[in-house]
């Protein structure tokens, strides 16, 4: 069975802090080379917010191709 080529990270923080790090994701694992998203994201009694960020486990290459496929 083929391994899932994303990797799915779950954090549950403060609003402010919450933008914060998923801002330094983006900037970590860029979109155009990681396909990063914030996969889903919710608001809790808290006022926390609990959220997905999800990324390629390797980066696209220039040419479109993905590292070691």
Not at 22 to 47: G, I, N
């Amino acid at each position: 069975m083929p391994q899932d080529p994303f990797i799915r990270e779950k954090f549950t923080r403060q609003r402010t802090t919450a933008k914060k790090l998923a801002a330094e994701y983006f900037e970590r694992f860029p979109k155009d080379r990681y396909q990063t998203e914030v996969e889903s994201w919710r608001e809790l009694q808290s006022q926390n917010l609990e959220f997905t960020m999800k990324r390629l486990r390797e980066p696209i290459e220039d040419g479109g191709e993905r590292a070691g496929g």
